[in-house]
């Protein structure tokens, strides 16, 4: 009796764990509630359009709000949708950024602190660049030698 109390209680306390909650549904003609409302901004604006211009106008600024609140609405560039990748393309333009700087000591520049040049930009003229180390016959031998040697 005790079993099957406890068994009835258990059974109650089971929810359902909701699948796919990273999709959103679907409201009306196969479109989501974000899209509903960027298509329904979009009618508001070229009506807003439609009064103030003349015809002509209103096609071509008219295809310019189309597009822009398509994109808004539909397009997902590398997954994010597109407000989302707008806000990060200005949160880049807008925030600080660190460089690094080495002097390089070659020869006078005329300058009294010297010539700087950016680090990992392929900038350097070539004769301030150091040489590149090759290692001689010998070294090769010995690193074939350890190669073979190891397992």
């Keep these: ?7 009835l209680i258990i059974e109650t306390m089971h929810a359902n764990v909701p699948q796919f909650i990273d999709i959103e549904d679907k409201i009306a003609f196969g479109l989501t509630g974000k899209q509903l409302l960027w298509m329904a901004g979009m009618g508001a604006i070229l009506l807003v359009i439609y009064n103030i211009f ?6 071509f ?7 822009i609140f398509a ?16 806000g990060f393309a200005v949160k880049f333009l807008i925030r600080p950024r660190n460089y ?5 000591f070659s020869g006078a520049s005329g300058s009294a602190f010297g010539k700087f040049d950016l680090i990992g930009k392929g900038n350097v003229p070539a004769k301030t660049r150091p040489a590149k ?4 016959e010998s070294q ?12």
């Excluded at 009796?1 to 068994?7: E, G, K, N, P």
């Excluded at 600024?61 to 597009?67: D, E, Q, R, T, Y």
């Excluded at 690094?100 to 390089?104: G, N, T």
């Design 100 to 104: 690094v700087w080495k002097r390089s």
């Design 133 to 136: 180390k090759k290692p001689t």
């Design 61 to 67: 600024i008219g295809a310019l709000v189309v597009v």
């Design 71 to 86: 994109a808004l609405a539909f397009w997902k560039p590398q997954g994010v949708s597109m407000i989302s990748f707008l």
């Design 1 to 7: 009796m005790i079993l099957d109390l406890c068994s």
């Design 140 to 151: 090769l031998k010995r690193i074939a030698w350890v190669l073979d040697t190891k397992k």
């Design 54 to 59: 003349i015809r002509e106008a209103f096609y």
